[in-house]
T-cell receptor, first 111, second 114 residues
């Protein structure tokens, strides 16, 4: 069955530190992968997506993600976190018509 | 600016009452979706529509109904049959329902039960 796992429910980092949010997927065919960010009480904003080609994908707000087929992973990274990055982050993989979302990782940033 | 609007931002439902959540998009997208978000459970698909006058059940359609009379609009009704409606509801749209399509989300409606 198709699934997405975000193993970290909460992550806390200091401002200026690097960040990596983990995402593992299970999907039989070629996956199409997304990362979204959600601020409290808001909708989801697309950070980046991977369809094919270069496995290192650049997104908005200085985020990047690397697709590793051998590890079934699509981890999100940022070299230096800003206080405004505090939010919840969702990884998703697409099926035929619908997205399958992970349960999210809530990021807290310490000043 | 193109985008998706949802209204109201907060909605209160009394026992036995049906309530309707509005979703409008001006992106000229054919496909629209409704998701329910509960803490720690990610997003779950309620209904989706690939084209006007057509819609399909998602994973948790029981207690909900939708209509798609116009391309721009995809309202969701939470009926009295939905026994646990308290959640954050998100509407999304995409050009089509193909698996390479990017979904764009509205700001959400929080539904609370009185």
């Amino acid at each position: 069955a198709q699934s997405v796992t975000q193993p970290d429910i909460h992550i806390t980092v200091s401002e200026g530190a690097s960040l990596e949010l983990r995402c593992n997927y299970s999907y039989g065919a070629t996956p199409y992968l997304f990362w979204y960010v959600q601020s409290p009480g808001q909708g989801l904003q697309l950070l980046l997506k991977y369809f094919s080609g270069d496995t290192l994908v650049q997104g908005i707000k200085g985020f990047e993600a690397e697709f590793k087929r051998s590890q079934s992973s699509f981890n999100l990274r940022k070299p230096s976190v800003h206080w405004s990055d505090a939010a919840e982050y969702f990884c998703a993989v697409t099926g035929t018509y619908k997205y399958i979302f992970g349960t999210g990782t809530r990021l807290k940033v310490l000043a | 600016d193109g985008g998706i609007t949802q209204s109201p931002k907060y909605l209160f439902r009394k026992e036995g009452q049906n309530v309707t959540l509005s979703c409008e998009q001006n992106l000229n997208h054919d496909a629209m979706y409704w998701y329910r978000q509960d803490p720690g459970q990610g997003l779950r698909l309620i209904y989706y529509s690939q084209i006007v006058n057509d819609f399909q059940k998602g994973d948790i359609a029981e207690g909900y109904s939708v209509s798609r009379e116009k391309k721009e609009s995809f309202p969701l009704t939470v009926t009295s049959a939905q026994k646990n409606p308290t959640a954050f509801y998100l509407c999304a749209s995409s050009t089509t329902t193909g698996y390479q399509e990017t979904q764009y989300f509205g700001p959400g409606t929080r539904l609370l039960v009185l």
